[in-house]
């Protein structure tokens, strides 16, 4: 899961990138903390230690969420806009 995300992240901050969009640095920033929480929980899980199984799952639920209705809405908003003039 954390190289799809690291993938999508990178797809998306490039379209940001190519239209011009004056949120990527908000953007990167958020995929960036989001990535390095997703790894301290990845390395856990790979060095057998015990992980709260529902916080990890309620962070990526929590953090998606979030995400999905504040920054990618406003570029969502923002593509549409430039889309459609």
């Excluded at 992980?51 to 990526?60: A, E, G, H, L």
């Amino acid at each position: 899961m954390g190289v799809s995300m690291a993938k999508h992240f990178a797809d998306e901050e490039e379209l940001m990138r190519r239209r011009s969009y004056p949120g990527l640095a908000a953007q990167r920033q958020a995929h960036q903390a989001f990535l390095a929480e997703f790894k301290r929980y990845q390395l856990q899980i790979e060095t057998d230690e015990q992980v709260d199984s529902t916080r990890f799952f309620n962070f990526i639920a929590d953090w998606l969420r979030g995400h999905l209705r504040g920054l990618d809405r406003d570029l969502a908003l923002f593509l549409h806009g430039k889309l459609a003039a």
